[in-house]
């Protein structure tokens, strides 16, 4: 049976239009004759979508009792037997009740996709497993429904509804996404510009690399190896060299030409041919890369031009950006054409920008440069004496006298020399073989004839095999003391990065990690922990029994770490490079692990700091209360029954007042304390959220004139400590009415943001500024109230101890108008 087909509307935030646009696509679909079916729509209460729902063809769904609450989801078994030709799903992260056939909507769509029914689905970014830490650091509301990135990748089609953020806040702010009384709260808090602006970039984002994921694979399996300008990268080619930020901000101007360009930088370190690239230099220009928005990549070849030009195929890139040689025109016309032209001829349907720039042009003695003896250099100088020696020989044959037989050998001897230079030993022998037989058939009478009869002819002879095998030996030694120079000069460039990563921190092992494959030309690195968790991973999957392992460190007889290399067999050189990253890598572990050792120490300093202000709040502020009960019962046990009825209550009062002040104290004490150590007791249970507000408001005895009450009534549980919930809203709306104008009552509204719901308190007192919103909940501080009746300033701390530790936030915003929110934020019980 063949699979059905998946098409998912991606949209960045709810109410964007998903709903609305998979409706219209049924009624299209129905239009065209295809049997359409809603297997499960949610309206949300959207006047809109409920009238595009009606008169579309539809599965009843079932219940499901749930701890005595009755759950409406998709009836599976029921779709399946209408076994339309497509289903319409809305939520595809939905998490089912429990008794259903499935726990994830998910499940229940590939179900019908199985059974060859086509489906078309909805979800939104923040629902995409990948995404949830990063959509938690926009909203700081932790996404507990997730779809696999798999499932949303494997669609056969996916489609972003967009629509500009703020036109989202007016659909909101006119009561089309949400009822009026949850408007505010998540136009304050979910639906921020900024937050919609980034979620919209995020999903804008992930389906751009979904496609271009699409693309390469496509690409691969119809064997395609152009390069396809979907995307435009810039590659810019670093040498080290003064002319680098020239090359780099004009690749930055390219790729900023359109949009989604990339730009990336390479340098190409030779492991036999030295380069001129200074540490320093690369350093900067790395820094200057990353400012611009780009990546940084280093990688080891022999052949610079072919190694730049597989770097920048392998990234697809379309513009590669080198700059003009320094070279003079002296040095061009002895070395011949620069690495430019190269790539210019190998770069195929890359287009290649040449930048010139102040250094272009240079004069500079010309380097050796090369390996030691390549085939390519002796194939040379076979060349060089095969063309050389006829025309050398014709030319001495034209000026040949008696007198010139003794320049006739020197200029022999010469082309010896430099064929020896140029191509090593088996060259230059072969030129001194053929030199001392041309110059007898040619120099030596009887003319055009080889004989031998004279000894110091075949001395002769002998004499220029020998120069030409000293001059080869020394010009191997040179060339193989190059070489290992050169080779030793690209590793150190290498370790020079590596040990530059372990500077930077926490992000030091990743980057190393990649480093390592990109220079040793590996097709994948990962290194994993002692407990078999992988720390870091680049390139191809790491196939089981097919790597080689690398001991980092030691903890006891075990390794602390474990490098896994594969896609090439290592050389000793290579060997001795990565036991030097070996070394830096377990440096950077024990620079990890002395980070967290000293955000330890800092966790115990700050205790420190808490301890000192304790002893400082018992030796004042308890002394206070305390002092006051003791003089009211000394009173009233010295006195006795001298004392009037008026005095005895009056002294009474005191003492009783005194001591309920000092059991606050003392309890708000022994919480800070405990939300210090990290033991504080949580019992977590389903709590009424408007049952804990209404009990906070009898604690403190306020009535209608001093609290305004805006509860949603449709707000389910909460998962929460009831009694410490209690004590959160006690606190936060006593500092909010203490703080208030007495003409201005308190708000507390509630309501839901997705699997969040929030108790916001909200005063109008004069504000707390942004900068001073962190000290508002370290212990002791009262933010410059000079009332000391007021308590040691724990209220807040407790609090957010409290909160944090039930799984949810206690955050302070702007009211608008003026003011302070107190926004409660905590998770909602799954039904």
């Known amino acids: ?282 350093a900067k220009q790395r820094a200057l890369v990353e400012s611009l928005g780009g990546s940084y990549h280093q990688v080891i070849g022999d052949d610079i031009p072919r190694a730049l030009v597989e770097f920048a195929r392998s990234v697809d890139a379309t513009q590669l950006v080198i700059g003009v040689s320094r070279r003079g025109r002296l040095a061009a016309a002895i070395t011949g054409p620069g690495i430019g032209a190269t790539v210019i001829r190998e770069s195929g349907d890359i287009d290649v920008h040449i930048v010139t720039h102040s250094s272009a042009g240079r004069f500079a003695l010309p380097r050796i440069s090369g390996g030691a003896l390549s085939v390519k250099r002796r194939v040379l100088g076979f060349v060089l004496a095969l063309t050389g020696g006829p025309l050398l020989t014709w030319l001495l044959v034209v000026l040949r006298s008696e007198d010139t037989i003794t320049s006739d050998v020197l200029a022999y001897q010469l082309l010896v020399v430099i064929v020896a230079l140029v191509g090593g030993i088996w060259p230059a022998l072969f030129a001194a073989v053929m030199s001392g037989l041309t110059l007898n058939f040619f120099f030596v009478p009887p003319f055009y004839t080889i004989t031998v009869a004279d000894p110091r002819n075949a001395w002769a002879l002998v004499l220029y095999v020998v120069i030409a095998v000293l001059v080869s030996f020394v010009v191997d030694r040179a060339a193989r003391a190059a070489r290992a120079a050169r080779r030793a000069a690209a590793e150190s460039e290498l370790l020079a990065t590596v ?129 006051a009960a003791v003089a009211a019962i000394g009173g009233l046990r010295a006195a006795g029954m001298e004392l009037s009825v008026d005095d005895q209550r009056e002294l009474l009062a005191t003492a009783d007042e005194s001591l309920a002040t000092l059991s606050a104290l003392v309890t708000d004490l022994l919480d800070v304390s405990r939300v210090e150590a990290g033991v504080l007791a949580v019992s977590l249970a389903s709590v009424d959220a408007s049952g804990a507000v209404l009990s906070a408001l009898d604690e403190l005895a306020l009535g209608p004139e001093e609290v305004e009450l805006a509860l949603d009534p449709d707000l389910p549980p909460v998962i929460a400590d009831p009694v410490l919930l209690q004590r959160v809203i006690v606190n936060v709306l006593a500092n909010a009415r203490r703080h208030s104008p007495v003409d201005a009552p308190v708000l507390i509204s509630t309501s839901r943001l997705g699997a969040t719901a929030e108790i916001r308190v909200i005063d109008r007192g004069p504000g707390v500024p942004p900068e001073r919103r962190d000290d508002m909940f370290s212990p002791f501080q009262r933010l410059g109230d000079v009332d000391n009746t007021t308590g040691l300033g724990l209220g807040l701390a407790v609090s957010r101890g409290f909160v944090n530790g039930m799984g949810g936030t206690l955050t302070p915003e702007d009211t608008p108008g003026g003011g302070l929110t107190m926004v409660i934020a905590l998770p909602v019980e799954v039904a």
């Open 499 to 627: 040990a530059g990563s372990v500077l930077r921190g926490e992000s030091a092992i990743p980057a190393m990690v990649a480093r390592t494959r990109e220079s040793l030309g590996l097709a994948g690195v990962r290194l994993v922990g002692i407990d078999g968790d992988v720390l870091a991973v680049d390139g191809e999957p790491v196939r089981d029994g097919a790597y080689e392992s690398i001991a980092i460190g030691r903890v006891g007889s075990s390794p602390r770490a474990t490098l896994e290399l594969h896609g090439k067999d290592l050389d000793a050189a290579d060997r001795r490079l990565v036991d030097a990253i070996a070394a830096q890598l377990s440096a950077a572990l024990e620079h990890t692990d002395l980070t967290a050792t000293a955000r330890e120490a800092d966790a115990l300093a700050e205790t420190d700091q808490v301890r000192s202000a304790l002893l400082s709040a018992v030796s004042h502020d308890l002394r206070r209360p305390l002092a």
């Open 1 to 282: 049976m063949k699979r059905g087909r998946l098409r998912v509307l991606l949209g960045a935030a709810p109410g964007v239009g998903k709903t609305y646009e998979m409706l219209e696509e049924g009624r299209r679909l129905i239009a065209d004759g295809q049997d359409v079916v809603v297997a499960i729509v949610e309206t949300h209460g959207r006047a809109a979508t409920a009238a595009l729902l009606e008169g579309l063809p539809s599965v009843p769904r079932h219940t499901v009792e749930h701890r005595g609450v009755a759950l409406s989801e998709m009836d599976l078994d029921a779709v399946l037997a209408r076994r339309p030709s497509v289903a319409l799903v809305d939520e595809l992260a939905h998490t089912n009740a429990p008794g259903s056939v499935h726990a994830k909507r998910w499940q229940d769509v590939e179900a019908l996709r199985a059974a060859g029914i086509d489906v078309i689905t909805t979800v939104n970014v923040q629902h995409i497993e990948s995404l949830g830490g990063v959509v938690e650091q926009i909203t700081g509301v932790v996404q507990r429904e997730t779809v696999p990135d798999a499932v949303v990748r494997g669609a056969d089609q996916v489609e972003v509804i967009d629509l500009a953020p703020q036109s989202l806040r007016d659909r909101l702010a006119a009561g089309v996404v949400y009822p009026a009384e949850r408007v505010d709260a998540a136009l304050s808090n979910y639906f921020r510009l900024g937050n919609l602006t980034a979620l919209r970039e995020l999903a804008l984002l992930w389906l751009a690399d979904e496609v271009d994921s699409a693309l390469k694979s496509y690409r691969e399996e119809h064997g395609i190896q152009g390069t396809w300008q979907a995307r435009e990268r810039v590659v810019v080619a670093l040498t080290g060299g003064p002319e680098g930020e020239t090359l780099l901000r004009r690749g930055a101007r390219i790729a900023a030409r359109s949009a989604g360009g990339e730009l990336l930088a390479v340098h190409v370190s030779s492991q036999d041919g030295l380069r001129t690239g200074a540490p320093g230099a690369l």
